[in-house]
């Protein structure tokens, strides 16, 4: 299964890669989305919530969406994590 995962931004410089952190306080750099010099996510400031993909940062979510994000998250890994074979996904834990 293939899942893109909530990081917080701790700092960007304006330039590529933006230093990140996920939940579990990991932190790393990720690198920003872009077709022919025109990124798609801009203005990226401290304190944000983005959601990265192999380490490219997909989109900033706003409060509502990552709520909604969230619950989907959890929902899915419940249900696969609760089929009687185990998938890959059963190592993922469900945090709310």
């Not at 893109?4 to 700092?11: G, M, T």
């Not at 933006?18 to 401290?46: H, K, M, S």
């Not at 490219?56 to 998250?73: E, G, I, K, N, Y």
């Amino acid at each position: 299964m293939c899942m893109s995962r909530l990081h917080k931004v701790l700092d960007n410089d304006g330039a590529a890669p933006v230093r990140v952190e996920d939940v579990e306080g990991t932190v790393t750099r990720a690198w920003l989305l872009a077709l022919d010099g025109l990124g798609f996510v801009r203005g990226l400031e401290q304190g944000d919530i983005v959601s990265l993909h192999w380490d490219w940062v997909c989109d900033r979510l706003a409060r509502s969406p990552l709520a909604w994000l969230r619950a989907c998250t959890v929902a899915n890994l419940n249900a696969v994590n609760t089929l009687a074979i185990p998938s890959p996904a059963a190592t993922c834990e469900a945090r709310t």
